[in-house]
């Protein structure tokens, strides 16, 4: 899957990191996400959020 890189509502760039996503409770391991460097605001992309479906059913 290509990364494309696009601004924050915030105005920041939002940059990609792997991390710990929990999501309501479930831990769903490292996965990718992305994140705004001038508010911090993270941001789950689509590949992560259909990991994150599969663990929550
Ligand atoms: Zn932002």
Excluded: A, F, H
């Amino acid at each position: 899957m290509e990364k494309i890189e696009y601004p924050c509502p915030c105005g920041g760039k939002v940059k990609w990191k792997k991390d710990e996503v929990i999501v309501e409770g479930v831990n769903c391991g490292i996965l990718d996400v992305e994140y705004c460097l001038k508010c911090g605001e993270e941001y789950l992309p689509e590949e992560t959020m259909e990991i994150v479906e599969g663990k929550l059913k």
